[in-house]
């Protein structure tokens, strides 16, 4: 979300928004409806906002996480309705943050600022510990309290001070003396302990390692190992106070002390105190001593044993910290379901990749960017339950971590998912793709057998290595979803045509609207034909989009997005609309009327369809037209897809009054047993069998299925016809009705009314 102490993840289908605030603020609600907004954009399709099908997006949980100084609750809520102005009733939009109170009970508290400087520990030490360990701990030992303190008014004023290295110490433990921070050790020991250097051991690598190290002669030291270890400390147990008597000078070098011994203050003696701390490691404190022989042989070493042991708290405490910084971060990068890489992560991942390609000049390495969904995967979740599609989106998951020649993949949501690939060309991946993802299609019809799951799969070769992700994606998206309005289960290569035809489909979406309101979108009537007299008896209705400067935008172009965003709908009823008015005008002018037949989309019979046949005959009613005169096209796709469905939705027509067409029949997979299933008055033969009468060899085929369909269905049309010669052979068949260009093309219907009514 752009911020570092705001996170956003998704965990078993919820939506978490956390943030950490240390100012009391009652706008979080304001702010995390803004950021949930930026969050969904990021998770849904906008298209599909547009679709009659319910968006699914996960359960928003807003948490925010407060160590200010106003004293609130321990936990509270913020609602947005606390902002409206001039609320009545109920609210309709409401937001709820839940505000948990990091902050120390006030008992402990007060213990607390009881034995430091209050705004101190409030600014600089409180932030530290918060969530690390409890006020118990900060209560009992007095002395760890007051290293913590020590060591951050070193760092603090080397951080933010820019002081050197020795002001800042001095400063240090003079405030600490002054305040009563360790300031018995400081004063008894401050002339005799020159440094302090903390140091982790590691048994097993036998070396170790200085992390902290504070001198009032040199520098601060980081991660400088150490090695070899003198086998006195090596060999020593926790707890015990080591005294390294041998001052040899090669000794201190190896212990990073040489700037200890300056002109003729020379170290003269060294003590460690062993401690244990988190991770199976051990620690040493050391302790240097100036112009002074067997000091240590005389001095509390209880004293130092005790500031080792506050030491491995602290360390261990510090430890603690690394790894769960390092968790978060691995759960900021994990989908918590699969285990692959969320979005932002592989993104980042992903451009490393390409980025170390480029600037080591192997160029000669091919990538790819997969997108692919699940084909019907809605389907699984809604009949078989959650847990089961969570099964197949882990399985699926596995399969893609166990091959070697994927290199990144990615459960950006639901069931999409996006791989890299790497191979020596662009037929390569395309090979591997293919024998993959037919792999696994056959993997999961063997494991899963309530139906064919199917994968829709998009592949965007990146030429340019410094593109842009955000475009890499879309372009493997535009791809994907190329497969899916074809039917799915299919894989599909990015073109740079494909944007263009994109863009093009944004552009139309964009315009529809005001088009249909200005009047661009007319209604184009074809006239249907008995073969044998050829007088008119009926007409198909049409749309066509004409411009106001004059461009006719024909259906191929423009129907295929609006079916996609679901618009579509809005089209067939006003087409429909624009229809019932022509035959409202023609039957107050006392014309005959005739069955006119009318597309309608499969986007209507989805979610909700059995309303579809009410406001067709509401709408009849309307304009006082008897529904036997209206005659609703569905294509044969249709059917085949929402048989069940559709069967409902067709009897409730049929009961209404209306005739019901299948358009478009030979075009799909159903059978003839479908279409006796089917409460259709009219089959309309694709004009794809209408050309095979010009062949001789498949005449025969066009009769017979031609019969059959007419044995089972009251009327059979042909559509298509454009020759005498396809004329005659219907005839000779029996058949009685077609329409095509021999007779008339599609006309306005204004045209339409001149020349027939």
Not at 142 to 153: E, G, P, W
Not at 493 to 522: C, H, N, P, S
Not at 580 to 607: P, V
Not at 703 to 718: L, Y
């Amino acid at each position: 979300m752009g911020m570092k102490n705001d996170l956003a993840f998704i965990m078993d289908t919820n939506l978490y928004l956390y943030e950490h605030q240390s100012t009391y603020n009652p706008n979080m609600p304001l702010r995390d409806l803004f950021y949930i907004c930026s969050e969904y954009q990021k998770l849904v399709d906008k298209k599909s906002l547009f679709s009659s099908t319910l968006q699914k997006i996960p359960a928003p949980n807003f948490i925010e996480f407060y160590n200010g100084s106003t004293v609130i609750s321990d936990c509270t809520e913020l609602r947005l309705s606390s902002a409206f102005e001039c609320l009545t009733g109920e609210p309709k939009l409401e937001l709820i943050v839940t505000v948990i109170n990091l902050n120390p009970a006030e008992e402990a508290t007060d213990i607390i600022h009881s034995t430091t400087n209050d705004n101190f520990f409030d600014n600089n030490i409180r932030p530290a510990i918060n969530g690390l360990f409890t006020d118990n701990i900060l209560n009992r030992c007095k002395s760890l309290r007051d290293y913590m303190t020590f060591v951050t008014k070193v760092r603090n004023k080397m951080d933010l001070s820019s002081l050197d290295v020795r002001t800042s110490v001095i400063e240090a433990v003079d405030e600490c003396i002054k305040d009563d921070v360790l300031s018995d050790f400081f004063i008894k020991h401050r002339d005799e302990v020159i440094d302090v250097s903390i140091f982790e051991y590691d048994e097993e690598l036998s070396k170790m390692t200085l992390t902290n190290y504070w001198s009032t002669f040199g520098q601060i030291y980081e991660k400088n190992v150490i090695k070899p270890i003198r086998t006195e400390v090596a060999e020593a147990g926790s707890g015990d106070f080591v005294i390294l008597n041998d001052t040899d000078e090669t000794h201190y070098q190896r212990l990073s002390l040489e700037n200890w011994n300056t002109g003729e203050e020379r170290i003269t003696q060294i003590a460690v105190a062993k401690f244990e701390c988190s991770g199976n490691r051990t620690g040493g404190l050391y302790f240097g001593v100036r112009n002074r022989q067997n000091y240590f042989e005389n001095a509390d070493r209880t004293t130092f044993c005790e500031l080792a042991r506050i030491t491995s708290v602290f360390v261990s405490l510090r430890n603690k910290l690394r790894d769960d910084q390092k968790e978060i971060r691995h759960l900021q990068n994990i989908d918590q379901l699969t285990g692959l890489y969320n979005l932002e992560a592989f993104k980042n991942k992903m451009n490393n990749i390409l980025s170390e390609t480029w600037n080591t000049g192997k160029e000669q390495e091919h990538y790819a960017l997969i997108h692919a969904d699940i084909d019907k995967f809605s389907y699984v979740n809604e009949n078989y339950g959650q847990q089961t599609g969570d099964t197949i989106l882990k399985d699926f998951a596995a399969r893609l971590m166990k091959n070697s020649r994927i290199l990144l993949a990615c459960r950006m949501y639901s069931d999409y998912f996006i791989l890299l690939l790497k191979g020596k060309d662009q037929a390569e991946i395309e090979k591997l793709v293919a024998w993959g993802t037919e792999y696994y299609e056959q993997k999961l019809k063997k494991k899963y057998p309530f139906g064919t799951l199917r994968l829709s799969v998009g592949i965007c070769h990146i030429e340019n290595l410094n593109e842009k992700f955000d475009t890499i994606l879309e372009s493997a998206n535009m791809a994907r979803k190329l497969v899916k309005e074809q039917g799915g289960a299919g894989i599909c290569v990015y073109k740079e045509e494909m944007r263009a035809k994109r863009d093009d489909e944004i552009q139309i979406t964009g315009r529809f609207y005001g088009a249909m309101q200005q009047g661009e979108l007319e209604v184009y009537l074809q006239p249907k034909f008995n073969l044998k007299d050829r007088k008119i008896y009926g007409a198909e209705a049409l749309a066509r989009w004409r411009t106001k400067s004059g461009e006719m935008i024909m259906p191929g172009r423009f129907v295929p997005p609006l079916e996609n965003t679901g618009y579509v709908v809005d089209l067939d009823f006003y087409i429909y609309e624009q229809l019932l008015r022509a035959m409202r005008r023609w039957k107050q002018a006392g014309k005959e009327l005739f069955t006119i037949s009318t597309n309608f989309s499969r986007r209507n019979f989805e979610n909700g369809s059995r309303n579809f046949a009410d406001r067709l005959k509401r709408m009849a009613d309307h304009y006082g037209i008897d529904p036997k005169y209206i005659e609703v096209e569905v294509t044969e796709s249709v059917v085949v897809e929402n048989v069940d469905e559709l069967k409902v939705v067709l009897a409730e027509l049929e009961k209404s009054g209306f005739r019901i067409a299948i358009d478009d029949f030979g075009t799909g997979y159903s059978s003839l047993g479908v279409l006796l299933e089917i409460p259709a008055d009219v089959v309309k033969i694709d004009k794809t069998f209408t050309d095979r009468i010009n062949l001789e060899e498949q005449r025969n085929f066009v009769s017979q299925m031609g019969n059959f369909i007419h044995s089972a269905k009251e009327e059979v049309i042909f559509e298509g016809i454009e020759t005498e010669e396809q004329l005659q052979f219907l005839c000779s068949c029996g058949f009685l009705y077609g329409q095509g260009y021999l007779f008339d093309r599609p006309i306005p219907l204004k045209e339409f009314e001149r020349k027939y009514m």
